[in-house]
């Protein structure tokens, strides 16, 4: 996965959705969609986890 650090900072906080960003080529990934998919959920899992 490539992209600013911005947005990769982004995906990992919640403030960008892995989808929509991907969709809209705020970061690129190698792979299919299926990784993709999965990419996305494990990220909402990583964001629930970081300290309010």
Same mark, same amino acid.
């Given at each position: 996965?490539? *992209?600013?650090? &911005?947005? /990769?900072? *982004? /995906? $990992?906080? !919640? =403030?960008? &959705?892995? $989808? #929509? !960003?991907?969709? #809209?080529? +705020?970061?690129?990934?190698? !792979?299919? $969609?299926? +990784?993709?998919?999965?990419?996305? =959920?494990?990220? *909402? #899992?990583?964001? &629930? /986890?970081?300290? &309010?």
């Amino acid at each position: 996965m490539t *992209g600013p650090a &911005d947005e /990769l900072v *982004g /995906l $990992i906080t !919640g =403030s960008l &959705d892995p $989808i #929509q !960003g991907f969709m #809209q080529q +705020k970061y690129e990934m190698e !792979g299919d $969609i299926q +990784k993709g998919t999965r990419l996305a =959920s494990t990220v *909402g #899992q990583l964001t &629930d /986890l970081l300290p &309010d």
